[in-house]
């Protein structure tokens, strides 16, 4: 394929944007080569500036579950665009969509609606010191919670010291007040909260990881870190702003039964408009202002336009029963299909699935934390995604990205996909 017109978009865009993108990952620095710059989408296929179609498995990194321009969104944005794009005033949608959230998630009162998934979760961990008076978090390697500070934190030498910030900009007050676990390693969060008695506000976790490729929590995993909170009256916060509305209507933890403290939400609660949202039980929620101590604000949070998007998403997929069931089927269909193309052309790897979340590891062995992930051939990797985009297969321009699954995809586009699979194979 041709990426001509991208290329020059790209040139374009350097001289005004850092890097020529308004998120880094987007910039292809993972991949080399320049990036595809889209012009518009509709159900599972992004049209590019050159003209060329794409299958899309990244789906805006997750919030397009049921395809692009999904027209109930589209309408439902278009009107309300109409009536006004912004009043920082209340509005009746605001009441609506959260009503329908709370409906679907389990074991959640009240929800607040911000901008971001980094908003979410940088507010849901404010609330969480506020609500316990302490200051320390626990986070796991790999995790990502947006770029607000306290999250960009790796490990130091050994994954029980203090976290060392790593970006320039992140103070090392702020750093030491992060400690960093290794994901499903429940020994080493028991040993966290041992050095850090009454210390520590809250533990943070995507209940599946999907910014290290999908990594689902080992069994009893997420049990344990449930009972190690209540046992240390630590808040457990589980950032679902990949997993929420995707996994099941009520996320990770109606899939696997275990009810957090507090919950973040991002991607598929805006429909494509940027929406976050944190939520908890009243207790918990009451803390927050104007009722409670814990500031919290901003001014276009509730937006009609994004609440429009986002109420109409969580509508569809609240009443299409069948929508998780379809999408955790397609994903197993492409699931087995490159995994039988890559054992055929005996392509050492792992797939990691879980409902419609799924990663492709170019490594042999279980991949199951950050270090399991990181040992994959990323050469490789970097082989394979441009074979798939020649192929006209989008897939996320990092190894360290989950595939996202949209229910617009036909078993043609999976077998389209599966054979592109096949052809790249060969080159690997
Ligand atoms: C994407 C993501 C975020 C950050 O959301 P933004 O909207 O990009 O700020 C936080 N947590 C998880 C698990 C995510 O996948």
Known sequence: MIYKRSSALFAEAEKVIPGGVNSPVRAFKGVGGTPVFVEEAKGAYLYDADGNRLIDYINSWGPMILGHAHEPVVNAVVEKAKKGTSFGMPTEIETQIAELAVSMVPNIDKIRFVNSGTEACMSAVRLARGFTGKDKIIKFAGCYHGHSDSFLIQAGSGASTFGTPNSPGVTKGTAKD???????????????????????????????????????????????????????????????????????????????????????????????????????????????APLGPVYQAGTLSGNPLAMSAGLAMLTELNNDTEAFNRLEEKTAYLHEGIAKVLNDNNIVHTINRVGSMISVHFDEGAVTDFDTAAKGNNDRFKKFFHGMLNAGVYIAPSAFETWFITDALSYEDLDFTIEAVEAVAKTL
């Open 178 to 288: 992060t400690l960093l676990a290794r994901y499903n390693d429940i020994e080493n969060v028991t040993e966290l909260i041992e050095a850090n008695k009454n210390e520590i506000a809250c533990i943070i976790i995507e209940p599946v990881a999907g910014n290290m490729g999908c990594i689902p929590p080992k069994e009893g995993f997420l049990k344990s870190l449930r009972d190690l909170c209540d046992v240390n009256d630590i808040l457990l916060v589980f950032d679902e702003v990949m997993t929420g509305f995707r996994l099941a209507k009520g996320g990770a933890q109606e899939l696997y039964g275990i009810n957090a403290d507090i919950v973040c939400f991002g991607k598929v609660i805006g429909g494509g408009l940027p929406v976050g949202a944190f939520a908890a039980r009243n207790e918990i929620m009451n803390h927050l």
